[in-house]
């Protein structure tokens, strides 16, 4: 049983085109979270998500929109796709109190054309 | 502004070769230090967490180590299955982690 999975693995798109990315969790977690890991395989943080309140949004451009149905679910809406949007997103989740270890998904390699 | 810095960038080890990899971090209160070990094409799969100077965690061949300023995941007499890459985050303020660029390290028979 996969605890945090994401769909599509892959997703191969044109530029200008919106697209999403689901990321279902069931540890029982409170926390979730979205990173964008560049073509230098640096991971930084999106998003994050706690009991589907919004509690962390970086410097990310708008169209990024999370959206979090329940604890369980964040998923990851993104419109008029450009070419620097592509990189690996990963999901992630945690208990979000005390002791903070955040398990990751297996990621989704979004390619803009 | 909090920096996490991983060195070296690439390591390249003989099998039983033992060494470590550091992670240097300025943050204002750390919460905690983890590392993680991303395979190609996979997630990263968490291994160590530590809170405080002086802490240590051992895992098979894996052992991290934490001071004010860095921690270290030494590796002893590592096999060709431990090659990947080793991220090292601090956790910020709220939940959220702050990582490296990573360690890749190939490890050759």
């Known amino acids: 049983d996969t605890a945090v999975s994401q769909t599509p693995k892959y997703l191969v798109t044109q530029m200008g085109n919106d697209k999403s990315i689901k990321c279902e969790q069931n540890?029982?977690?409170?926390?979730m979270y979205w990173y964008k890991q560049d073509s230098k395989k640096f991971l930084k943080i999106m998003f994050s998500y706690n009991n589907k309140e919004l509690i962390i949004n970086e410097t990310v451009p708008n169209r990024f929109s999370p959206k979090s149905p329940d604890k369980a679910h964040l998923n990851l809406h993104i419109n008029s796709l450009e070419l620097g949007d592509s990189a690996v997103y990963f999901c992630?989740?945690?208990?979000?109190?005390?002791?903070?270890?955040?398990?990751f998904g297996a990621g989704t390699r979004l390619s803009v054309l | 502004e909090d920096q996490v810095t991983q060195s070296p960038e690439a390591l390249r080890l003989q099998e039983g070769e033992s060494s470590s990899l550091n992670c240097s971090y300025t943050v204002s209160g750390l919460r905690g230090l983890f590392w993680y070990r991303q395979d190609p094409g996979k997630g990263p799969e968490f291994l160590f967490t530590?809170?405080?100077a002086g802490e240590e965690k051992e895992k098979e061949r894996l052992k991290a180590t934490l001071t004010k300023k860095e921690s270290f995941l030494h590796i002893t007499a590592p096999k060709p299955e431990d090659s990947a890459t080793y991220l090292c985050?601090?956790?910020?303020?709220?939940?959220?982690?702050?990582f490296g660029k990573g360690t890749t390290l190939s490890v050759s028979s």
């Open positions: 530590l809170y405080s």
């Open positions: 992630a989740s945690s208990q979000g109190t005390g002791k903070n270890i955040q398990y």
């Open positions: 540890l029982g977690h409170d926390t």
């Open positions: 985050a601090v956790e910020q303020a709220g939940t959220a982690l702050i």
